[in-house]
């Protein structure tokens, strides 16, 4: 079994100055496609849900799907980590479904829609660092607020509006002992980030330069990092979608983050754009076809295609049996002697 923590990968992450893509999963055809692009290029990886993955697949399907993709891959290193965790006691539960790894996101209140202060990010986020280092598992934190997709985390709150502040970055850390510190920089979730081609005006990855000057140590994440390649675009267009316009976060930028102490890298809607493409050219071109394998499987591979990309220019390719495995009751041990 190489099930580990997240802090194990990103500390090999660090020391070997890669990133890595953490990739959304609500079925077994996404969970099948990072696993195959993991083989592929033989890398480490970060599977997460989020909080309507989990309710969507009732918890036990997506912990048995991914547990299936541990047991086919022994030799590679997978993380099951919750994406933004709303509260404790989803973090507790994610825990106790047998994630490794928690993202308590109280840079919202629990209604993911609000935004919260200061105290109230510490207080909570603290909290979990508790919980979830006692049994080993890993904690990512969110200092600043991202932009938000209509319905979604975060829904209505303006992605320039309220960015990382290095100096309470650091208060931050040290106050929490969060594993990892996930950055507002000016990215949004979903398909709609940039109107233009982003520059430094609007997404501000000169903001994680400073923060990784003062907190050096420390392994940032980034949100909103999907691409929104022109052409995904135009596949699900040209088979009868209606995608508007928009610029996404270029992989360029990405990889100027993790030369300054970005280790993960969320990705969800380049991978839902690959496989609404796919699934849009099957319906179209063979509209008798009603077997779900034969879209589901177009699917699968057009996501396998994106996240290999991601994994090979992220860097995290070619290093999954270099990384230690480390169980979480040997995490535990290491929290408790820190
Ligand atoms: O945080 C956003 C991720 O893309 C997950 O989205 O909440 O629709 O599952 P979701
Ligand atoms: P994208 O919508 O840019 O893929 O971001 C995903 C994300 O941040 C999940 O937490
Ligand atoms: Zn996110």
Redesign the pocket.
Known sequence: MALVPMRVLLDHAAENGYGLGAF?VNNMEQIQAIMAAAEETQSPVII?A?RGARQYTNDAYLRHLMLAAVELHPNIPVVMHL??GNSVATCKSAIEQGFTSVMMDGSLMEDGKTLADFEYNVKVTKEVVEMAHAVGASVEGELGALGGIEDGHGADVDPRAHLTDPDQAVEFVERTGVDALAVAIG?S??AY?FSRKPDEDILAIHLVEEINKRLPGVHLVM????SLPQELRDEINKYGGALKPSY??PVEAIQRGIRSGVRKV?????NRLAMTGAIRKVFTEKPEEFDPRKYLGPARDAMEVVVKERMIAFGQAGHAAEVPVVTLAEMKARYASA
């Open positions: 959304n997460q989020s994406d933004h990215t979730h979903g980030k949100h909103g990092s999907s996404g976060v969320n990705v969800d809607s380049d």
